[in-house]
């Protein structure tokens, strides 16, 4: 029989306060078992009508300030984030039959963090955040190449290429974590985490 904490559930569970510490213990787990980017998540956004929308993206930075991923600021999710701010993650793990689900409000991220991040991106990536007009329509793959070679004429400086002014980070602050773990039969283990007006995290359980 599986280990319990102190609420019932498995022991990959914890009994921790912090859902950020949480998320790191299981994070850490999934790279270790993840066989491809373990940082993919399911991105929702939806616009001023209220559409929703939904892809992959990858996580670069988490701390206690929120979920960090990077984008063209043209592209589909950025127009939505900024026409209506509140997004979700989730992250599922299927190596460890695990999901998380993160809600919050997204802010941009500083000058400093962009320009830190698009650095550290191999020069094949940052030529592409030049040449790619991210979710506009695209006539052939051609044109595409065509400009991704524009640019590379442009900036032959594999160490010295700016980052655009319309690519940049969001960062997406938390009010509410929920952990799941697959369950026999369905009877699923879920745990969730609101955050109270004094920044104190709430945590109690929730019927599968």
């Known amino acids: 029989m599986n280990q319990k904490n102190p609420l019932g559930l498995d022991i990959c569970f914890k009994d921790l306060n912090d859902p950020i510490k949480l998320f790191e213990e299981w994070f850490y787990e999934a ?9 993919a998540l399911a991105l929702a956004t939806a616009d ?12 670069k930075n988490f701390n206690n300030k929120g979920f960090v991923f990077y984008t063209n600021f043209n592209s589909k999710k950025s127009i939505d984030l900024k026409e209506n ?20 409000k997204i802010n ?11 650095k ?41 290429v700016p980052r655009p002014k319309n690519w940049s980070g969001w960062n997406l602050k938390p009010n509410s974590i929920e952990f799941w773990l697959d369950g026999e039969d369905r009877i699923h283990q879920r745990m969730k985490y609101i955050k109270k007006e004094n920044e104190i995290w709430e945590k109690f359980l929730l019927n599968p």
Request: charged share 30%; hydrophobic share 30%; proline share 4%.
């Open 48 to 59: 001023k009508a209220g559409i929703p929308t939904v892809r992959m993206v990858l996580l």
């Open 120 to 160: 550290s991106r191999s020069y094949g990536s940052r030529i592409g955040a030049w040449a790619s007009n991210q979710s506009s329509i695209l006539k052939n793959r051609e044109d595409l190449y065509k400009s991704i070679n524009e640019f590379k004429k442009k900036y032959p400086d594999e160490n010295n």
């Open 85 to 104: 701010p509140n997004a979700s993650l989730c992250f599922h793990w299927k190596s460890l039959l695990r999901q998380i689900r993160i809600t919050g």
């Open 108 to 118: 941009k991220v500083s000058e400093e963090d962009a320009d830190a991040y698009y």
């Open 31 to 39: 790279k270790k078992s993840e066989i491809n980017d373990p940082n």
